[in-house]
């Protein structure tokens, strides 16, 4: 992902005054519409906004597509999530306007209050995002977390080689900190973004706090284990920090994306309920 400024501002907030432009004639058309019977969904303005609303809300469905495409060429995803935000946002007022602010409890307005929610919910979600070091939003692919996985796997080896002439004290702490590490686990453990009982900080404490005499290569051998392990620890921290930001951006995707479907149902119900009744 792309930090937030880079797609709110994305080519001097273009899709900001798209979606403003489009504020501006939606508002035009519905104030200066007076079609007999007044203003509503069921009036070639009112039939025109909902078109408009309907395509915008099928249109924001594709970037999940366009979002998992990598071998795309078209515009780069920043420009996509730009126009998505921005004419997303616009929703809150087109469809009022289509609807000339009329609402009920019934299924029309169902698609409206479930659209609420989806737009709210991305807005939670760009707010999110700013919060979200840009360090690990950059990548997407989970690129530096699997550099950082490597990393750890060649720190156990290099461990294991260095507690090979030591005492089992201290090969008793290296399986430790290799068998009792846990990454990830539920959505709770990953947002609590640490794990009070991992074996990596269990097998350091025990290290330092050996008092096991050792002299010579035995003594430097320690040294290397202890700098290693130590080591370890803080890539498990940026680890653990860094899949507790990647739950945060799930918390919210997890209302945005289900919503947004039952969204689409909900106004394919209504376009079909309202053309049945006509
Ligand atoms: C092709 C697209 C659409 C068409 C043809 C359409 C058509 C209509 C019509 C004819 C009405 C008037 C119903 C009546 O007076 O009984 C209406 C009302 C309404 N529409 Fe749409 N619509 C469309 C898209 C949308 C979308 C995308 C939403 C929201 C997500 C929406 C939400 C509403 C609401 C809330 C009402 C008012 C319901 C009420 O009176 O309680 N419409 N629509
Ligand atoms: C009815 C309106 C909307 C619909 C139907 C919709 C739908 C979607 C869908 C299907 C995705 C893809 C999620 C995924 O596959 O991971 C998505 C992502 C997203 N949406 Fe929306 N959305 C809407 C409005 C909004 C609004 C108003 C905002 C912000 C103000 C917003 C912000 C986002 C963001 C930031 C993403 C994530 C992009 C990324 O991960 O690269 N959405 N939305």
Known sequence: MIGPRTFLEYRNYRYLKIALGL????L???FFSDEPGGRSGSTWVGYGLGAISAGIIYWLMWLGIRKRDYASTGAPLRGWVSAHVYLGSTLLLLVPLHSAFEFGWNIHSLAYWMMCLVVFSGMLGVGLYALVPTSMTRNRNNITLDAMLERIAEIDMECQL???????????????SIEETHIGGTLRDQLSGWDDACGTSRALKKLRTSDIELTG???TQERKLVELIARKELLLKQIRRDVRSKGMLDLWLIVHVPAAFATCAGVGIHVFVVFWYH
């Open 23 to 26: 504020l501006g004639l939606s």
């Open 28 to 30: 035009i058309a519905f």
């Open 162 to 176: 260095a507690a090979g002439g030591l005492p089992d004290y201290y090969a008793l702490a290296v399986v430790t």
């Open 217 to 219: 290569d035995a003594k």
